[in-house]
């Protein structure tokens, strides 16, 4: 598909359902936990990201705009039509922009702990690779299974890239008023990274979109609930 060979698996039966993970991740570390329950009333196509799990890079560049054209090219390739979209962090950054892009493609979607723009406090929490616990850098090599072992240093310094203003990630906010599809914006209130005042700006101007924050709850709220986002994001699919 274009220039990349994106990984997916496929599982249950039912209307579509696309789900995209966060950043330094695979779809299948992230969605197992929320499988058995999504599996009830979907067909789910777990999709790695470029660069990710399963997926290689040949451009050997990373953005979220790119990821964006990665989804749309996917979802017409697939021929799969009008889907419904579960996506966290990274993946709901870049379906900010695929419901703009594409807005015949998404019929709804939730988006779990996905931002606009990263604040000036949250620059602190991104570190440079040489700068890494043992810990962190064992989480990106075992970001993608494809690349080879030395592949973590670049995911890693992608990353900390997010900090720079430059960054696409950050976007002016009133484009999100372009996005047509019913929207369940996820949020914890303890999101180090991207505070709920974020998640309540994206609600006030996504033009159909609700709001769900979760008390006490860090970044990537489905990693510390991930049962209840899967029920909550059926619920909202019902009913749209």
């Given at each position: 598909?274009?220039?990349?060979?994106?990984?997916?698996?496929?599982?249950?039966?039912?209307?579509?359902?696309?789900?995209?993970?966060?950043?330094?991740?695979?779809?299948?570390?992230?969605?197992?936990?929320?499988?058995?329950?999504?599996?009830?009333?979907?067909?789910?196509?777990?999709?790695?990201?470029?660069?990710?799990?399963?997926?290689?890079?040949?451009?050997?560049?990373?953005?979220?705009?790119?990821?964006?054209?990665?989804?749309?090219?996917?979802?017409?390739?697939?021929?799969?039509?009008?889907s419904?979209?579960?996506?966290?962090?990274?993946?709901?950054?870049?379906?900010?922009?695929?419901?703009?892009?594409?807005?015949?493609?998404?019929?709804?979607?939730?988006?779990?702990s996905?931002t606009?723009?990263?604040?000036?406090?949250?620059?602190?929490?991104?570190?440079?690779?040489?700068?890494?616990?043992?810990?962190?850098?064992?989480?990106?090599?075992?970001?993608?299974?494809?690349?080879?072992?030395?592949?973590?240093?670049?995911?890693?310094?992608?990353?900390?890239?997010?900090?720079?203003?430059?960054?696409?990630?950050?976007?002016?906010?009133?484009?999100?008023?372009?996005i047509?599809?019913?929207?369940?914006?996820?949020?914890?209130?303890?999101?180090?990274?991207?505070?709920?005042?974020?998640?309540?700006?994206?609600?006030?101007?996504?033009?159909?979109?609700?709001?769900?924050?979760?008390?006490?709850?860090?970044?990537?709220?489905?990693?510390?609930?991930?049962?209840?986002?899967?029920?909550?994001?059926?619920?909202?699919?019902?009913?749209h």
């Open positions: 598909m274009g220039d990349v060979d994106l990984y997916f698996e496929k599982h249950g039966s039912g209307d579509p359902l696309i789900c995209l993970h966060n950043f330094s991740s695979n779809a299948r570390s992230r969605f197992y936990p929320l499988l058995p329950i999504l599996v009830e009333r979907f067909t789910c196509y777990l999709v790695d990201l470029r660069g990710h799990g399963r997926s290689n890079n040949p451009s050997e560049t990373w953005s979220h705009e790119q990821s964006s054209r990665d989804i749309i090219g996917l979802v017409a390739e697939l021929g799969i039509g009008p419904r979209f579960l996506a966290t962090s990274s993946g709901g950054m870049t379906m900010l922009r695929v419901a703009r892009y594409a807005p015949k493609i998404v019929t709804s979607m939730v988006i779990d996905a606009y723009r990263v604040p000036l406090e949250a620059r602190r929490f991104y570190k440079s690779p040489d700068k890494l616990s043992e810990r962190l850098v064992d989480y990106y090599k075992a970001a993608n299974e494809v690349l080879g072992p030395g592949y973590w240093r670049f995911l890693a310094q992608t990353f900390y890239d997010f900090r720079l203003p430059e960054c696409d990630i950050n976007v002016p906010l009133e484009t999100l008023k372009e047509e599809a019913p929207t369940l914006i996820i949020s914890g209130d303890r999101d180090d990274f991207f505070t709920v005042d974020i998640a309540i700006a994206m609600k006030e101007t996504i033009p159909n979109s609700e709001l769900l924050v979760f008390p006490n709850t860090k970044h990537i709220v489905m990693e510390f609930f991930p049962e209840m986002v899967a029920r909550r994001a059926i619920e909202f699919f019902d009913r």
